[in-house]
């Protein structure tokens, strides 16, 4: 297949410059929007004039038959073409000749592959964000049914305060509606069209750049032609809102791999979710929390990627930036891979209260009640935490809990202490009295997922 760029040069390519120049391999993925958008700009041409009506009716047409013959599989993806574009328009030319050479007026390939590049994003967005909403709604599903189990709340990885496992698990559920909300921010300011930049100075011919905009989809136009071939602030948007999104899953999968073990045995996950050892038959192991963990560092080194090809390009494109595709490409592949085994993951795995229980009775986690409690008596904050300190201290000398000791034992550290102590210090209502906007009470866990149900109803209505 002969280039697109023959007239000037008067020998052929190396073969091996041939193979390290050529995109074909890992563009071909956008042929379906290579196609689209050149049946777009066929109808422009046409409604413009600068190409016969029947001219764009056979370019149109044989196009469709192309992307057809392409999706079923009767036609097939020279490997040997320099990349997509050089192929679809060899593909076209050798079934219309030179009625297909048209398509290219008013059109460089540096204003394509940047339409193509939105194109296909724009379809992988709203397939991730479609896959965040079935995580979300998995949890709303788990921390209704659990917004009433105790679990020891930690900081530092020390049991710290009493919550519910509902009260956890919505914790994931803002981060994950928060990356949505990014998705679809990271869509509208993607979703301008650089069709009609053409190299870099816009062309002569009268072309019509919102029209094919409004045939794409898009909300309007690139505004300055050389950033319109130039501009990939776009995939380091969504290589980063990627990233994001796959740290807050080697989070959640890191407690997951913790909860599963012996030492928490907060949950159990499924078998279907789960690996065996080749050496030891007692083991079942979190491998696909471990793997959603280990796939972070591939998107944050996408990420990289494209922040470091960018850095030093001068205006307006640069073969560099054939390098843009690749990583982003691997990056929202990764992310749906992985949270297309990490929902089910989740709605599979099986949720032990009496263990999350055992752990919270045994690690003080009740201590700031008590300190509250002596201020309710009159004590200053300050004083009743020195003397909560204490009292655990003791309890831990004398292998009590809080929940054990006698009243005379507690007013031995003050006389403030009376028989109400225990009520206020019992777990479940430790729990029950964070009802602040936002806290671990069941009231509040519930308000919190119905706001947070009504924010995803909202992010897909403006999505």
Same mark, same amino acid.
């Given at each position: 297949?002969?280039?697109l760029w ?9 073969s ?15 042929a ?11 109808a ?8 016969a009506?029947? $001219?764009c009716t ?5 196009l469709?038959d192309i ?28 079934r219309i ?25 724009r379809e992988?967005?709203?397939?991730v964000?479609? $896959?965040?909403?079935?995580?979300c ?12 189990t ?16 509902g009260?956890?698990?919505m914790?994931?559920a ?5 990356? @949505?909300?990014?998705?679809s921010?990271?869509r509208r ?5 650089p069709?009609?930049?053409?190299a870099?100075a ?16 898009f ?9 319109g ?16 999104? @796959?740290m807050?899953?080697?989070r959640?999968?890191?407690?997951i791999?913790?909860?599963?073990s ?8 499924d ?11 007692q ?5 696909i ?5 280990g796939?972070?560092g ?6 990289m ?6 850095k ?23 992310v ?6 990490f ?7 099986r949720?032990?209260?009496q ?5 919270a009775?045994?690690?003080f986690i009740n ?24 009292i ?11 929940e054990?000791?006698t009243?005379?034992?507690?007013q ?52």
């Amino acid at each position: 297949m002969d280039k697109l760029w023959t007239g000037r040069f008067k020998k052929a390519l190396d073969s091996e410059v041939n193979d390290f120049n050529s995109s074909i391999r890992f563009d071909s993925k956008m042929a379906e929007q290579d196609i689209t958008g050149s049946i777009a700009h066929a109808a422009m041409l046409g409604k413009q004039g600068i190409i016969a009506a029947e $001219e764009c009716t056979a370019i149109q047409k044989t196009l469709s038959d192309i992307l057809a013959e392409l999706q079923a599989g009767t036609l097939a993806i020279d490997p040997a073409a320099e990349d997509i574009h050089s192929f679809v328009e060899g593909e076209l030319t050798r079934r219309i000749g030179d009625t297909g050479k048209k398509l290219h007026t008013a059109r460089s390939r540096n204003d394509q592959v940047a339409l193509d590049i939105r194109l296909y994003l724009r379809e992988q967005i709203d397939a991730v964000f479609g $896959e965040l909403k079935a995580l979300c709604e998995t949890i709303f599903t788990l921390a209704e049914a659990h917004k009433a189990t105790i679990l020891p709340g930690y900081t530092h990885l020390q049991r710290a305060q009493p919550i519910t496992f509902g009260h956890h698990l919505m914790a994931y559920a803002m981060m994950f509606l928060r990356d @949505m909300d990014r998705l679809s921010d990271c869509r509208r300011r993607m979703n301008q069209s650089p069709l009609g930049s053409c190299a870099l100075a816009g062309t002569t011919f009268p072309i019509d750049r919102d029209y094919t905009a409004s045939l794409l989809g898009f909300d309007g136009v690139c505004q300055n032609s050389l950033d319109g071939v130039s501009d990939r602030d776009f995939v380091v948007e969504l290589s980063a809102d990627l990233s994001v999104i @796959m740290m807050h899953l080697s989070r959640f999968s890191e407690e997951i791999i913790l909860w599963c073990s012996w030492e928490f045995k907060f949950i159990e996950l499924d078998d279907a979710y789960s690996t065996g050892s080749s050496i030891m038959p007692q083991k079942k192991n979190p491998d696909i929390a471990e793997l959603v963990r280990g796939k972070t560092g591939r998107v944050y080194g996408d990420l990289m990627t494209i922040l470091t090809v960018m850095k030093g390009l001068p205006l307006a494109y640069n073969k560099d930036m054939q390098e843009d595709k690749e990583g982003v490409f691997d990056a929202v592949e990764t992310v749906l891979q992985c949270l297309s085994v990490f929902t089910p993951m989740l709605k599979t795995m099986r949720v032990l209260p009496q263990n999350m229980k055992h752990a919270a009775d045994k690690g003080f986690i009740n201590a700031t009640d008590c300190a509250d409690y002596l201020v309710t008596r009159g004590l200053p904050f300050r004083t009743a935490y020195k003397i909560t300190g204490e009292i655990v201290g003791y309890c831990i000398e004398n292998g009590k809990t809080l929940e054990a000791l006698t009243l005379e034992e507690y007013q031995s550290f003050s006389e403030a202490f009376d028989a109400s102590v225990y009520s206020h210090i019992d777990m479940a209502a430790c729990v029950a009295k964070r009802t602040s906007k936002g806290g671990a009470a069941p009231a509040a866990v519930e308000a919190e997922i119905q706001w947070a149900k009504d924010r995803l109803q909202a992010l897909c209505s403006r999505q």
